[in-house]
């Protein structure tokens, strides 16, 4: 089934993440997976079951070192990315890493000038940026169907595992910072954090992230590791349409709203008088193929191509720079960080 | 239909709450409404076309000097609160009036001690606290069956109006705050707010809360006036189980979930465990009278038998306290407020 | 507040829903109710203490000879709606009685006839075709949007008060026939009926009822009494679009699927090639305001103007008429009854 | 990773579902899959593309034929189940064959006596009885906790692919029949069925069948092809509660309602008096494994054991049992066909 136009990409990390990884490069009809490794035997023996011809290292360095490879995609914990990543550039390889794109600002602002420095792709897995419903919440705030957007308020809670590395900020935040990124397309000016930790290591389990932009807009997040209701949810407000988003619905997980309010003041008396509209609410169709499937593609596709993928190393470090700050605030009591 | 044992009521306010409240008087079978006033004329005619029966007044100081009343019912904007509540009081009447108590700390202070000193009935009605759905909340923590109580959460969001006099804190998030300290009976010691206003008055519109407690708990109140999407949805975990409320479903509106996750600390390894448990969800069920009919019956045992309500004037202090320290954590960028 | 203008109607009937019709009775600016009858004094005895200003009497009989009255609101069970309808147009009443018309398609024909020789006012209380969302859907169906309807399922489970008289077809399969008469404005050809009873009276208290019509639509209703979970929903099928109802949803009720398939007939190789389409979905504004309000007014146009209503007593007949057919299938155990 | 205890598994039929079979047969530990047959050559290169180890044929005859296989797994269209199977018992292999298990009741009925001839085994894949929700479901029956079963009615409503040799009921209903046997264990004594065909084939597209039983339970399937919205959803009525299932959430599919009302009668009054109860609802925990891995485990146990799996052949033929009798009471219009 190969061919010599066929990318040969290898993977490390078989964890939670890297079967999704395989699975969605297995069925790109321009990749070959050439090798898979994980430090832990029962992964690998999971992978033999399934798929018995993909070849199986236990070191990561032996990817990395592997002549034969176009590309490397990483899923593995957040503190062990500086350093593969690095490798694997220095290696010559391409790279997709898992979000976020390293464990700290400094971390991440090395890695961007490295991959810059040696022309390779270096590509952060933001999976949800390439999911169909947010695709379509992008077209719609792209359109000015929302009108000049002033609300972000997003939810992201769960009964979820306890990274042993990071806080629930570097953890889930993440995604919501990317679709905020995504769909706004500019960095808060000012950003303050609250949380709470309920274990000794003292890491944040429940957080909440206020971010304000220079033209009024404000963002909100909120997320937490110890929630047994799984709670997923976007709300975009414009100042003509509003956006609901829902992930945990099967289905019909966006809603525009076709509703607001306006404001007029009338000088003379000191008074604002509100307009209130209200009217129909629409369901888009939203593409419903996988998100991942659509990152190899980005992927493969900056390999191949050299076209800059959605969510690369640059797009990765404005992440990292919000969970920076956020970070900050978290350590002075909830108090504004300057951002720019 | 009257008897020597009916409490005679009178009521200020035939706005947008005021016919809910004379609503239920009427209802009540100890109650007589005695009279009604509004300063506008098509507000009391609405009231006339209905309950011709019922006497009605264009000025509030009418209802506060009739002889024949035992007790007043006030629902007017929070900028006439302290000043209507006072005169009542000077006038021998007890008092249920609109949540917030008033507009500022300083002023709920000064009602708080004049009813004391005049030994009158002085409640607020905060409505939700009487609600069979927060009973029932109230009643499982009480319990014992949610355990440690670790984090409360709560969105309040809706395309509702702008008030003019003061900013969503003060009118959504009072809601909130009454039914957080119903459900915890404890004040928080560190609050910090964010907010936004898209209005030229300056008042915010969109705001959130952080209140951290000195045993490790967290609250956080989401508020908007902005929010074509309705969103009422209240979550309070304890380190045994956790609440759902979701007030915009017309039934199962509370749902108890049996999950959780405990943790073990390894010491020598230096490492956390957690142990994840999931099992069933209750829904309970729950008490669907009217909860403003919870308020009005307090309202009359209290006048009756000196029993102190359960949303007393202390109880509405408490509430402003914190509203007063939120805005000013909004006044300084949302730093740290220390309380206690 | 009256003048010489205003409609003086009388309600017999104060249990479940005359409440609600006297309440909407007195909101309207043109009526005054005159007198209130029902044989229970604990029902008067209710009305006189919100309402004190309403005569009650005992007996429907003093309603009717009641000379100062132009219309009656009748709200009785079924089995007196002959009787009392006849009598009232007898003394040259106007009349609005409670669905369905009369318990017999003999007694519903009479009625008809009756009041259109005395050239009286029969409308018959079908609530639902009054409501904002079947409005709506009226509309979306008039405009040729959903295309040639296909088909209409409902079904309306409850956990409902046995009615004593009638069975649940005749009780709660009133409400759906009146809305699918409304929407499709034409009979059923062919009524298939099932049913079981869990008591022993023999009524049943679960059925099915499924009728064809000439031009190759389907209709099904199903009803139960017993069923804990309430359901209210109507599904409605067009070649070109789709309408979904569900009214037990606090909003967004009403929901419209752009999504269906077309059919292609490939003559030679004798096969069906299916092209399947899905597009957005919209959500339609829906006016909210109470169905009864418009009953109400319906009612006063239709006697102060001569205005057919829209649930006019031919419209009553015809639900009837259904009705009575499905009766028959279900006593011979399910075959078809051709109606035309 | 194969030994000398492994079972060795072919598969005819790489469509739809025959994917889904081979990946849960390559997760069993004790199976390995030896042979893929599809007539179509590209569904054999996506077979190649993520599994290439797996040979692959073109006709079926060259894996029934095939002598080191134990089982075979039959993934094709219903009209070519009879000759396969047989074909299959025939060659001594054991047989899981998808629902229904052959397109008529003497088919069935033939082949059920030839599997017991062979002493082979013959299962039918009715995947929905060994989800986790539908298995908690019938644990609360047996359990007694819903009391006796009164009712059970199922809706499945999609916009699907239409089948172009057998109609909605064979091909929808059987799913729901299969679910009723499960939790029931007994069969109607009365069958009606109403439907109708869009269509030039004249294959009905909706149909609705009631089942009655002797000891008064009654049962109801409404099925259609041509619904945009989604919905699968079951009631099953006891007399002391209730359970909704509904699987179109991605959670929280059963739901107990603690619910229900008893009847008393007053024999010298002749009449019955109604109390009604509405307690709690559960909302149990349900297994989240894929029901298909259930089913591959109980065709191997059956296969290396000898215990009949749950849905065993005579399983199968009880559902075309009242699926011929649907189809026959369709034939006459709706009219009530005796089963026994």
Same mark, same amino acid.
């Given at each position: 089934m190969e061919n010599s136009s066929t990318i040969k990409v290898g993977v490390i990390g078989y964890g939670y993440w890297g079967p999704n990884i395989v699975r969605n490069l297995l069925s790109h009809s321009d990749i070959s997976v050439t090798v898979v490794a994980d430090q832990r035997k029962e992964r690998l023996l999971a992978l033999k079951k399934t798929h018995p011809s993909i070849p199986t290292v236990s070191e990561a360095k032996d990817v990395i070192a592997a002549?034969? =490879?176009?590309g490397i995609a990483i899923a593995t914990p957040v503190n062990t990315h500086y350093s593969l990543v690095r490798a694997a550039l220095a290696a010559g390889k391409h790279v997709l890493v898992e979000?976020?794109?390293?464990?700290?600002l400094h971390d991440a602002e090395g890695l961007v000038a490295y991959a810059q420095k040696k022309s390779l792709v270096l590509m952060v897995d933001?999976?949800? =940026?390439?999911s169909g419903a947010i695709e379509t919440m992008k077209k719609l705030v792209n359109s000015g169907e929302i009108g000049l957007l002033q609300s972000f308020t997003s939810m992201r809670f769960n009964l979820g595992l306890f990274q042993s590395d990071i806080n629930v900020i570097w953890d889930l935040a993440a995604h919501d910072l990317s679709i905020l990124l995504y769909l706004v397309e500019k960095e808060p000016a000012l950003v303050n954090a609250t949380g709470i930790s309920h274990t000794e290591n003292g890491l944040e389990n429940i957080a909440y992230i206020t971010m304000r932009y220079k033209d009024g807009m404000i963002a909100h997040v909120g997320v937490s590791w110890v929630s047994p209701v799984k709670i997923r949810q976007i709300l975009v407000s414009g100042d003509r349409k509003m956006i609901a988003y829902d992930?945990?619905?099967?289905?019909?997980?966006v809603k525009v709203y076709d509703a607001g309010y306006s404001v007029r003041t009338d000088v003379e008396k000191q008074r604002l008088y509100m307009d209130y509209r209200s009217g129909d609410i629409l369901v888009p169709k939203v593409r419903?193929?996988?998100a991942l499937e659509g990152v190899i593609e980005d992927f493969v596709r900056a390999m191949s191509s050299g076209v800059r993928p959605r969510s690369d190393a640059e797009f990765g470090l404005k992440v990292v720079r919000t969970l920076d700050a956020a970070e900050r605030s978290l350590r002075k009591g909830g108090g504004e960080i300057l951002l720019s």
């Open positions: 002549k034969d =490879i176009d979000k976020p794109l390293a464990a700290s933001h999976t949800y =940026i390439y992930d945990t619905q099967a289905s019909e997980k419903t193929t996988e």
